[in-house]
């Protein structure tokens, strides 16, 4: 097999194709790999190379300096300022068990995927009942995001 430029994508396909190859296992999904690519040859030859039909050159390698064939280490430290969840009623410096109707204390809460401030009316042990447009909601701390400033 010479897998020139012009006769890569035949040449690739009478070495993988499950008619010609019965007993190998994955000769169908191999040609379908090559069938996906069969236009693109520096692709097809990246192919041939990675199954071993040819030796790669230092012309195949050449956009490859940079890349390193073990695993990325994992980031030690993110790089963005995480934000911080409160986890208790105190978090938010509020009491619990406490009516906080007539003060403008209010709380950015995440519901549904979307985020909205609503006014505190009171605190329980482990939620904080707010004004949700015009009607009290419970809302676990596990979807309270933050005290707003007044």
Not at 33 to 53: D, E
Request: aromatic share 8%.
């Amino acid at each position: 097999m010479t897998f020139t430029p012009k006769t890569i994508y035949r040449d690739l396909m009478k070495q993988v194709h499950p008619d010609l190859h019965p007993t190998m296992t994955n000769a169908t999904a191999r040609t379908q790999q090559v069938n996906a690519v069969k236009n693109n040859v520096q692709a097809l030859r990246m192919l041939a190379i990675s199954w071993g039909f040819i030796q790669p050159t230092a012309n195949d390698m050449a956009g490859q300096r940079g890349y390193t064939f073990t695993r990325p280490q994992a980031q030690t430290q993110p790089n963005y300022q995480r934000t911080y969840m409160p986890r208790t009623v105190q978090d938010l410096l509020l009491f619990a068990n406490r009516s906080y109707v007539g003060q403008n204390v209010f709380v950015r809460i995440k519901i549904h995927g979307r985020q909205s401030t609503h006014r505190v009316i009171r605190t329980t042990a482990k939620c904080v009942v707010v004004d949700f447009y015009g009607l009290p909601k419970t809302v676990r701390m596990a979807n309270v995001i933050r005290r707003e400033q007044a």
